[in-house]
């Protein structure tokens, strides 16, 4: 605490990032980082963006990546905003769609950082209970008022709506914003991005920091109805005009321009998913149906915190939430298939030692 605090800094509790620990062996399965490196040719990119042009500011629109990014989308370059992580992406979409006259809504178990961006702005929010089996109900959404934001899939649950559940959620808050966050869309959800031509309120935001494993790049993007990433701009132009540097531009660019690279990790991710739930089931675990690249898990005879801590002292570090309804669950990473099968001996002794 300090005495020179504004009283807004008094007010806030920070989002708590999953630990990036230096343990040597460490299987790191906390933090929904991809176990594959990202396409050969956005480090190529990344490199040669590495040189004396540095000196220059990058381009603030990031015409180009915007450019690639709505080619492959499908949409126009108007329709793309672009920002550092789409964590910044969130913060300028809460700052620009989301604060109005009736709460914004979203479910009670979801992406953490969203009450925080809350707080900062001075955002009204009402939580929404998942159902009993963890699931998103559109239907306890669709006679409130205020603008929305659900995870698809949900995080921590990984559990997906179809894009006819979030065509019904846009259209019954036709008024307000319904924003999309498709951080882990890319492991089996279907993209809302079509919608975008029928639904003006509704907008997208998704990363590179999972299905292209380049969380350590820092680069997001959102698109819309051109109306709504003007007001994105605004507040990006009213807060950092450069939020993506040249090598982040660049690296960006050639990962979306490396789709077989793309496509063959996230596969792979999709494979170990399958395995890691049948091996987890055998342990008597019980595990959400994911569409996301990690699992939701609880086990009958041992709760979460247990199990975590089970695991850290064996070097496998997964992460573990104390909020209610959560408390007794783990999200796991959807890691290699080294990764996973050292995750599962260590579950197989952890299990066997307290059964
Ligand atoms: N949305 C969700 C649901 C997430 O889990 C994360 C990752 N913590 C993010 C957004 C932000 O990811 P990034 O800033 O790396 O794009």
């Not at 934001?149 to 559940?165: D, F």
């Not at 279907?190 to 309120?201: G, Q, W």
């Not at 063959?264 to 342990?283: E, G, K, S, Y």
């Not at 890691?335 to 002794?349: I, K, N, Q, V, Y």
């Amino acid at each position: 605490m300090s005495r020179f605090w504004s009283e807004l800094v008094h007010g806030l509790s920070p989002y708590v990032p999953g630990e990036q620990p230096q343990i040597p062996g460490l299987v790191k399965l906390n933090t929904n980082e991809s176990p594959f490196g990202p396409s050969p040719k956005a480090i190529e990119a990344i490199r040669a963006a590495a040189a004396d042009t540095l000196r220059l500011y990058p381009d603030p629109q990031a015409t180009r990546l915007r450019e690639v990014l709505a080619a492959y989308h499908k949409v126009s370059p108007e329709q793309v905003f672009v920002g550092n992580g789409s964590d910044e992406v969130l913060a300028h979409t809460f700052a620009a769609l989301l604060k109005q006259p009736a709460p914004l809504l979203f479910p009670d178990v979801t992406y953490s950082f969203y009450p925080v961006y809350c707080r900062l702005l001075g955002i009204d929010y009402a939580t929404v209970p998942l159902d009993a089996e963890m699931r998103v109900r559109i239907d306890d959404y669709v006679d409130r008022p205020g603008p929305v934001i659900v995870a698809n899939p949900n995080a921590p649950t990984g559990i997906a709506l179809s894009r006819a559940e979030i065509a019904r959620l846009a259209a019954a808050h036709s008024d307000v914003a319904v924003v999309i966050d498709e951080a882990y869309v890319d492991f089996g959800a279907e993209t809302a991005i079509p919608l975008i031509r029928e639904h003006p309120n509704l907008l997208v935001v998704q990363t590179m920091s999972k299905s292209r494993a380049l969380a350590g790049l820092r680069v997001g993007y959102a698109i819309g109805a051109a109306g709504l990433i003007e007001g994105l701009t605004r507040v990006k132009d009213s807060f950092n005009s450069y939020p993506l540097g040249r090598p982040a531009q660049a690296g960006a660019i050639a990962s979306i321009e490396d789709d077989a690279h793309f496509q063959q990790a996230r596969v792979a991710i999709m494979q170990n998913r399958a395995d890691l739930t049948a091996a987890l089931v055998r342990l008597g675990f019980e595990v959400l149906p994911s569409s996301a690249n990690f699992v939701f898990v609880r086990h009958p005879d041992h709760s979460g915190q247990a199990l975590a801590t089970a695991l850290r002292q064996r070097a496998v570090l997964v992460r573990h939430f104390t909020a209610p309804r959560i408390a007794d669950y783990l999200r796991i990473t959807i890691g290699s298939e080294t990764e996973l099968a050292r995750l599962t001996d260590a579950l197989h002794e952890v299990l066997a030692q307290n059964g």
